[in-house]
């Protein structure tokens, strides 16, 4: 069987994970993972059902109960509205629903359930299997893919981050102040950075990227680049 090469990114909120990928994918021919969306469209499985989310118990009795389907697809024609993946929910398409501030507060608190890790985790190594990836979120570089060809950990000061999603919310329509923004991001952070299960963290042997003051442009063709070196594309043999 064909190896597959997996490009795994880890890193704080809006240090550009999903963007980045995302060209990197398109530029390699390889399929965009965000694990992160696949935990949003739990969290707004249990918001809608009226689940307190700070409530571990009802979170996975909701989950025996309901066993939600999750699943990511590259948008179609008609999808491509500025989404970077296509999130579909039990059947139903929630790519921009899992985007709102509700369900990035909400998110946070459930990814610290090791019932909600266990149902995610598997899914996405599954995708991996039979794909080129490049995969994107807190654990892929420690948990999900520990062996991947090549691990990044994606950073930016925080300042620039808290600008970079707030300046998104505005051109979605979500009137919110930069303060606030700020504010939740530093918070979710902590929360992932400490959380006892799959916390956040810079593995060794990872390649450290800071992408304050730089173009998303620049930062995936550094990692074509890499990747290329890596495969050994381009070397005359
Ligand atoms: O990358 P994001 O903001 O869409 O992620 C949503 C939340 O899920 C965020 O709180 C971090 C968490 N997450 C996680 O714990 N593990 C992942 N592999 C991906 C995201």
């Excluded at 948008?75 to 139903?92: A, M, N």
């Excluded at 899914?123 to 990836?133: D, H, K, L, P, Y």
């Excluded at 060809?149 to 102040?177: F, N, P, Q, T, V």
């Amino acid at each position: 069987m064909k190896k597959t090469f997996h490009i795994a990114i880890d890193g704080p909120v809006a240090a550009g994970k999903g963007t980045t990928a995302k060209l990197v994918a398109q530029r390699l021919g390889f399929l965009y993972v965000d694990t992160g969306a696949m935990y949003r469209a739990l969290a707004l499985k249990m918001i809608r059902d009226g689940i307190t989310l700070t409530d571990e118990p009802s979170v996975s009795a909701k989950l025996v109960e309901t066993n939600p389907k999750v699943s990511l697809r590259v948008p179609t024609d008609e999808e491509r509205d500025g989404r970077l993946c296509t999130v579909i929910l039990d059947g139903e398409d929630v790519s921009w629903k899992v985007r709102t501030e509700e369900v990035s507060k909400g998110v946070s608190v459930i990814t610290q359930y090791a019932e909600v890790r266990d149902l995610i985790t598997p899914m996405a190594r599954a995708i991996s299997e039979t794909n080129n990836v490049v995969m994107e979120g807190r654990d892929i570089t420690s948990v999900v893919l520990p062996n991947a060809d090549l691990k990044i950990y994606m950073e930016a000061e925080a300042m620039e981050r808290a600008r970079r999603r707030h300046r998104e919310l505005l051109m979605r329509g979500e009137d919110i102040s930069l303060e606030t923004v700020h504010a939740d991001l530093v918070e979710r952070d902590e929360r992932d950075s400490n959380r006892e299960i799959a916390p956040l963290k810079k593995v060794p042997g990872a390649w450290i990227l800071d992408t304050t003051g730089m173009t998303i442009d620049l930062v995936a063709e550094k990692i074509v680049e890499r990747v290329n070196e890596l495969r050994g594309v381009g070397l005359v043999v």
